[in-house]
């Protein structure tokens, strides 16, 4: 989720489908095949249909979102996955991330419980936790990267947890990563050399800095790893926001496939947010209200962000390369829906996606969408070839 700092009330009028020109790429959903758009290796997608999770329960009935996929050493995938429902575990909670399994990697069943929730007794995590990003330790654990949120008065930061069955977690003393402005939607990446990169979204703020001072930037950036405990973040901006018109407002996750063979490259896959149109009066996300909930918007976080979400904003998967992993270059559009008010889960918004190599040697990635009527799930879409750049 994209943090939002504008107030109002009503919206004069929302956006039909943006034209990227050069760098759209576009998919036949109804024969199920690719339009060439002159791209290489995972540039083409094609969407799979339907949801692989939706809201059906107490605990995710509200929202669902920013998905993580994993490979089950016995079989199967497992789908790590941030929602909220009426079944909170206290009042306030602003989101819980929970799982599903598949034997398939298209039909879930959800695993029931929550796997990690918010502490109230904690400060930076009070509210919500979310953006999971799941990889295995040297000593056969599982290590949980993920975002955490207090209060909007607190800047978000990178959490972690151990489990040694994916199912009960444990919590991991102090924080992993975080920066004045706050930092989200990790994604973590095994280097060659034994070490992890941690790719994360960071805020930065002008004079004043996070609490009084304008927003600058939302951008990808790394950090590096040798135990997973202790991260230092590297040097500079990986992905820069507000490259186009397309990403107007700022990223919301990035993700990294490191080269296959000898001459690829680097490969992300980012999540920008276009800003809505001139003169839209936007409703107060809960999660930069700062009395949240005395105003109530925490009790009703999954309704009152979702005002947000539809007011006129858009969101889409966009792809880019790299020759080290940590230079990168605009990028083109990989995966878009149709607009408000057009058919389609990804309508208004695709964003925060998780991928994983298929045994055929394409990728499934999952993702975040949202249709026009504001609901969230989680969808599919799978490379369609690997031809070389």
């Not at 040798?226 to 397309?246: F, T, V, W, Y």
């Amino acid at each position: 989720m994209l943090k939002i700092a504008l107030a109002g009330l009503t919206v004069p009028h929302l956006f039909s489908r943006s034209v990227l020109a050069a760098d759209k790429s576009t998919v036949d959903n109804d024969h199920k095949k690719p339009v060439e758009m002159n791209m290489g290796i995972t540039h083409l997608w094609i969407k799979e249909p339907g949801p692989r999770v939706e809201g059906s329960r107490p605990l995710d009935a509200s929202k669902v979102q920013a998905p993580c996929i994993v490979r089950i050493r016995s079989g199967g995938y497992r789908l790590f996955y941030t929602a909220l429902g009426p079944a909170k575990p206290f009042p306030e909670c602003q989101g819980c991330i929970l799982s599903a399994v598949s034997d398939d990697g298209l039909a879930f069943r959800k695993e029931p419980g929550i796997r990690i929730a918010p502490q109230p007794k904690l400060p930076h995590m009070s509210r919500r936790v979310l953006a999971p990003s799941v990889t295995r330790c040297k000593d056969g654990r599982w290590r949980m990267y993920f975002e955490a949120r207090g209060t909007a008065d607190i800047p978000t930061v990178i959490s972690s947890a151990v489990s040694r069955d994916m199912l009960n977690w444990e919590l991991e003393d102090g924080v992993r990563i975080q920066t004045p402005g706050g930092v989200g939607a990790p994604r973590y990446l095994n280097l060659p050399d034994g070490r992890g990169r941690i790719y994360f979204i960071n805020n930065v703020y002008g004079p004043g800095g996070f609490r009084i001072g304008k927003h600058i930037t939302q951008s990808a950036f790394s950090a590096i790893t040798s135990d997973g405990l202790n991260c230092e973040i590297e040097p500079g901006c990986r992905m820069r926001d507000k490259q186009a018109d397309h990403d107007s407002l700022g990223l919301t996750a990035a993700e990294v496939i490191p080269p296959q063979t000898a001459g690829d490259k680097w490969t992300m896959f980012y999540s920008p947010w276009q800003d809505v149109p001139p003169e839209t009066i936007v409703p107060l996300h809960p999660s930069v209200d700062k009395d949240a909930a005395k105003s109530g918007s925490s009790a009703d976080f999954a309704a009152a962000s979702v005002a947000t979400d539809v007011a006129g904003y858009r969101s889409r998967i966009f792809v880019a390369y790299s020759d080290e992993g940590l230079s990168w270059g605009p990028g083109r559009c990989a995966i878009e829906g149709g607009g408000y008010g057009a058919e389609g889960l990804d309508a208004v918004h695709a964003e925060d996606m998780s991928l994983i190599k298929l045994d055929d040697g394409r990728y499934r990635m999952y993702y975040a969408t949202c249709d026009k009527h504001g609901k969230w799930r989680v969808a599919s879409a799978v490379s369609a070839m690997n031809t070389k750049r």
